[in-house]
């Protein structure tokens, strides 16, 4: 079994900050990407930031320049840094780690999802 924990979320007011952390724990091998994703209320599911175990990383457009996604290989942990929050980052933001079981097979793996509300 593998499980993601997430922590980090919270009430911020517009131009603050948050870093939002995700640890994967169980028979883990090896975890390829690892991510995160955000749900606001009424719409789909969408990628905020990725990164490989190679340590490259992938944006959406909307958090360029304000978001930093950084991990920790030994603590198999992916780190959020959100800067210069606005309003339209409010959502539910999911970690997702791409995983390579002990057992031999590979399987994406989502978080339980942390609230970030952005507001004044």
């Known amino acids: 079994q593998v499980q993601l924990v997430e922590s980090g979320g919270g009430l911020v007011q517009p131009g603050g900050s948050l870093r939002l952390s995700c640890t994967a724990s169980?028979?883990?091998?090896?975890?390829?990407?690892m991510g995160w994703y955000r749900q606001a209320p009424g719409k789909q599911r969408d990628l905020v930031a990725v990164?490989?175990?190679?340590?490259?990383?992938h944006y959406a457009d909307s958090v360029k320049g304000r978001f930093t996604l950084s991990r920790d290989n030994a603590k198999n942990t992916v780190y959020l840094q959100m800067n210069s929050l606005k309003p339209e980052d409010t959502g539910v933001y999911y970690c997702?780690?791409?995983?390579?079981?002990?057992?031999?097979?590979?399987?994406?793996?989502w978080g339980q999802g942390t609230q970030v509300t952005v507001s004044s």
């Open positions: 169980g028979s883990i091998f090896s975890i390829d990407d």
């Open positions: 997702n780690a791409l995983i390579r079981e002990i057992r031999g097979t590979t399987h994406p793996y």
């Open positions: 990164i490989t175990s190679g340590g490259n990383t």
